[in-house]
């Protein structure tokens, strides 16, 4: 069955980085790609970008352009995440979820989630 | 970016009700549109994509309509189970962006 295991919990300081990891089980890794979310406490839902695990080619929300890197470890079925310089305001719940093309019909979802990484970035 | 506007934001309902959730995109996104179940402390659950294709294993209470600006996801009996928020998302192009949410509580 597919799956999508996320990395642990991680505390931060402002100005520190976090990168988390997202390793899939039960598809082939480099057929679908990785998108990732993440939720704010109480807040809704915030689509970062994508990684196509295949080519490795990425497209990133104009909002954490310069911030944040998306990689994978193809031979560990492994994709990261990585947010650079963090404040208080990227404490949240990150997701990763993967990314289904189908043609019939045309359309385009995130059918398989991992189970979020609770990153908190305090003093 | 496409703005994606759900009404309501809250709704109160009972155990039996049909209920009705409406997504409204800021442009014409054709039928790239799809309904997220979330439980609290839980990941987003594919309901609906393609504005009204139901993901396997999602019972058939709920479903989708709608094409261009304008959807809804309809629960047509609602179960205990289904007390959750709901999210649509386009994914018509980057960023893909998803509405506020739907919370959906027990009256």
């Known amino acids: 069955q597919v799956q999508l295991v996320q990395s642990g919990a991680e505390v931060k300081k402002p100005g520190a980085s976090v990168k988390v990891s997202c390793k899939a089980s039960g598809y082939t890794f480099t057929s679908y790609d990785i998108n990732w979310v993440r939720q704010a406490t109480g807040q809704g839902l915030e689509w970062m970008g994508w990684m196509n695990p295949n080519s490795g080619n990425t497209g990133y929300a104009q909002k954490f352009q310069g911030r944040v890197t998306m990689t994978r470890n193809t031979s560990i079925s492994t994709a990261y995440m990585e947010l650079s310089s963090l404040r208080s305001e990227d404490t949240a719940v990150y997701y990763c979820?993967?990314?289904?093309?189908?043609?019939?019909?045309?359309?385009?979802?995130?059918?398989?989630w991992g189970q979020g990484t609770l990153v908190t970035v305090s003093s | 970016d496409i703005q994606m506007t759900q009404s309501p934001s809250s709704l109160s309902a009972s155990v039996g009700d049909r209920v009705t959730i409406t997504c409204r995109a800021s442009q014409s996104i054709s039928s790239y549109l799809n309904w997220y179940q979330q439980k609290p402390g839980k990941a987003p659950k594919l309901l609906i994509y393609?504005?009204?294709s139901l993901q396997s294993g999602v019972p058939s209470r709920f479903s989708g309509s709608g094409s261009g600006t304008d959807f809804t996801l309809t629960i047509s009996s609602l179960q205990p189970e289904d007390f959750a928020t709901y999210y649509c998302q386009q994914s018509y192009s980057t960023p893909h962006t998803f509405g506020q949410g739907t919370r959906l509580e027990i009256k």
């Open positions: 979820a993967r990314g289904h093309t189908a043609m019939v019909p045309p359309s385009y979802y995130f059918d398989y």
């Open positions: 393609a504005a009204s």
